[in-house]
């Protein structure tokens, strides 16, 4: 693998699952593979999960690591070619990206979308700028429209945690007071489509995802029909992708936060989140405190999708 920034680059999903479990068992059988190697994990967004599992992976595989918070102590960066910098930004992401890849072999990049200009966004103009330009395997810690590391460990804890072959997966919208970007969704549409789950997607009118991340997915307007007999109901919130309120917040209906009332309609479901979480706008307490609450070993399992996805780099390079 030579880069990861969406499903297709994992490969076939039972044979990464099984890795992941593997690795899993065994987090330090690797360290041959990280000796003498750096990881530099750039964000240009902040971060908890990411930040913390991805470099515990990178250890856990005998990696040095280096973390560079551009906003913070960076030089700020120009992302466009033609500008004149007359301005407040001191750099050029032109400069910038092939200079970082030469201090390390593997590169992990986190770039939001802005939210403002939806081609630009869909393009992701960051992350592969930093394909082309760095020299160096580039794998996405959330990009505009992808969080690739989240969808894999959210796949490795649907796999542990289901009783049924077949499980019904549904990913609701649930409100939130500020836009935020489409990037988990889409991704989470992504990989549950490559899997044969029964996947239903559910939101308020005007939330609906890209054609090409909805693919085959049921999409149901009734968030309570949507939750019947459901095995897993993994809560986000996203805002809006279709023009003309591309990145808007069009309501915050508390109707929609996932409760013990809505919990009751599925098949006794697990309830799934990315974190962090607005309690109370998407999750009541009740719920995500409750013992179907999978929140926390989904989180955990950052780690090992993590450390799957360095290490087959670590393989390739
Ligand atoms: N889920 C997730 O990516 O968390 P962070 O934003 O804290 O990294």
Redesign the pocket.
């Known amino acids: 693998m030579r880069n990861f920034t969406n499903v297709t680059d994992i490969g076939p999903l039972d044979i990464a699952v099984k890795e992941a479990l593997e690795v899993k068992n065994n987090r330090f059988g690797y360290t041959h593979l990280g000796k003498n190697k750096t990881l530099l994990m750039i964000f240009f967004n902040s ?5 913390l599992s991805t470099q515990k992976a990178a250890m856990n595989l005998g990696m040095n690591v280096m973390v560079l918070d551009v906003n913070q102590g960076a030089w700020k960066l120009e992302t466009e070619r033609g500008v004149v910098m007359d301005g407040d930004k001191a750099e050029h992401l032109l400069e910038a990206i092939p200079v970082m890849g030469s201090y390390c072999d593997i590169i992990g990049v986190r770039s939001f979308a802005g939210l403002k200009d939806k081609a630009e966004d869909y393009e992701e103009r960051v992350i592969n700028q930093f394909i082309k330009y760095s020299g160096r395997p580039v794998f996405s810690m ?1 990009a505009a429209t992808r ?1 690739p590391l ?1 969808s894999f460990a959210d796949l490795i804890t649907i796999e542990e945690f289901k009783t049924k072959e077949r499980p019904k997966v549904v990913m609701t919208w649930a409100p939130h007071p500020k836009a935020l970007p489409q990037a988990v969704p889409n991704s989470f549409a992504e990989w549950m489509n490559a899997t044969d789950y029964d996947f239903v997607i559910t939101h308020p009118e005007g939330y609906e995802l890209a054609p090409e991340f909805v693919g085959k997915a049921r999409v149901e307007y009734d968030q309570r029909k949507a939750l019947e007999g459901a095995d897993f109901v993994y809560a986000k919130n996203w805002s809006a992708f279709a023009d003309p309120n591309y990145g808007k917040v069009l309501n915050t209906d508390r109707a929609w936060t996932v409760d013990t009332e809505k919990m009751a309609l599925t098949d006794n479901a697990f309830f799934m989140h ?3 979480v607005r309690r109370n706008m998407i999750v009541t307490d009740d719920v995500i405190e409750s013992d179907r609450s999978i929140v926390i070993p989904e989180a955990a399992n950052r780690e090992i999708s993590a450390q799957v996805v360095i290490k087959r780099l670590l393989e390739s390079l």
């Open positions: 971060s908890l999960r990411t930040r959330e969080h989240q990315c974190l962090p």
